[in-house]
Nanobody, 121 residues
């Protein structure tokens, strides 16, 4: 079992930055690939970024490339999403998720409760 708790969301003006954190419980955090996904009102949840268990591989949705950076600290059981040059269209609830090796890429085993990010124009 892995429990995930996100933090760091809030209200920011367009062009600003936020750093989301996701703290995980459990001793096996370092064995999970981690992802950030988001869901805007009236829209389906979409992939934002992912990082391999070791941190050696990262993946981004096209609109996040060059603006967002995913990272992790396995010693702290935490994954981060640094978001720069934020745009109003980045407004959404951001979810942290964990995927075990046995789970298909794109699918996740555990989810956090989400943190709201609102970008004003």
């Amino acid at each position: 079992q892995v429990q995930l708790v996100e933090s760091g969301g809030g209200l920011v003006q367009a062009g600003g930055s936020l750093r989301l954190s996701c703290a995980a419980s459990g001793r096996t955090f370092s064995s999970y690939d981690m992802g950030w996904l988001r869901q805007a009102p009236g829209k389906e949840r979409e992939f934002v970024a992912a990082i391999s268990w070791s941190g050696s591989k990262t993946y981004y949705e096209d609109s996040a490339k060059g603006r967002f950076t995913i990272s992790r600290d396995n010693a702290k059981n935490t994954v981060y999403l640094q978001m720069n040059s934020l745009k109003p269209e980045d407004t959404a609830v951001y979810y942290c998720a964990a995927r075990s090796e046995a789970t298909m890429p794109g699918e996740y085993d555990y989810w956090g409760q989400g943190t709201q990010v609102t970008v004003s124009s």
